[in-house]
């Protein structure tokens, strides 16, 4: 499915109410579906300076090269456990990468990683994936309405059409307890 455009464009003039904001990374998982095909030998977070987290992912890829990336994406708000919110897109990484939009939601997030991630180009994927002291840009959150809280985001990756894996960020929007850091 594509995300239709207009409903970033909707979503940012929701957020216009909401202000100013501060997100935090609280931990990151990753899941590897096959070891002969995907190891993930860095995901966590580490703490840069005073409130600021980065997340450091290494994931080593044995059966070279990747010529074909989707990525399923979608965000769940925490209440009592974790519950869809507002988007579940797919998006195909490589056609991305070659058609740059920020107007499309996976893009959106995906464009704000670019500085700190190797796969930062045109696929074939010929090398291990690497994503290095990420931090998250609040501004990043200022075109998207998530209401202050706690939430996931569920990445699937899909190579080759074959699920591989998938990543856990978990995230505080505007929350102000004390800062707690988990990385597994
Ligand atoms: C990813 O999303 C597509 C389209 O919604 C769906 O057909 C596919 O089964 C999903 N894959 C996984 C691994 O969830
Ligand atoms: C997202 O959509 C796909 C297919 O449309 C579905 O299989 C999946 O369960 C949905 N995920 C969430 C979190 O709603
Ligand atoms: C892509 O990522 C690599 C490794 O992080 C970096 O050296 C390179 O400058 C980046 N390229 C672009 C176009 O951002």
């Known amino acids: 499915m594509?995300?239709?455009?207009?409903?970033?464009l909707l979503a940012g003039a929701l957020m216009a109410a909401f202000g100013d904001i501060r997100t935090r990374q609280t931990n990151i998982?990753?899941?590897?579906?096959?070891?002969s095909y995907a190891k993930a030998l860095v995901c966590r977070l580490n703490v840069l300076?005073?409130?600021?987290?980065?997340a450091n992912v290494h994931v080593?890829?044995?059966?070279?090269?990747?010529r074909k990336v989707s990525i399923n994406f979608s965000i769940f708000q925490k209440?009592?456990?974790y519950h869809p919110f507002l988007f579940n897109v797919t998006a195909d990484l490589c056609h991305y990468m070659k058609h740059?939009?920020?107007?499309?939601?996976?893009?959106?997030f995906y464009g704000a990683m670019l500085p700190f991630i190797n796969v930062n180009h045109t696929c074939p994927i010929n090398h291990d994936v690497i994503l290095k002291d990420f931090v998250l840009d609040d501004q990043m959150f200022a075109k998207v309405p998530l209401p202050?809280?706690?939430?996931?985001?569920?990445?699937?990756?899909?190579?080759e059409g074959?699920?591989?894996?998938?990543?856990?960020s978990y995230l505080d929007i505007n929350v102000d307890d004390n800062p707690r850091i988990k990385s597994g």
């Open 2 to 8: 594509r995300f239709p455009v207009i409903s970033v």
């Open 29 to 35: 998982k990753c899941v590897t579906r096959d070891p």
């Open 49 to 54: 300076g005073r409130g600021i987290i980065g």
């Open 60 to 66: 080593k890829l044995l059966k070279l090269p990747v």
């Open 79 to 81: 209440l009592s456990g």
């Open 100 to 108: 740059p939009n920020p107007l499309n939601v996976f893009y959106y």
């Open 148 to 159: 202050k809280g706690s939430y996931m985001f569920e990445i699937k990756i899909i190579s």
């Open 162 to 168: 074959v699920w591989r894996g998938t990543i856990y």
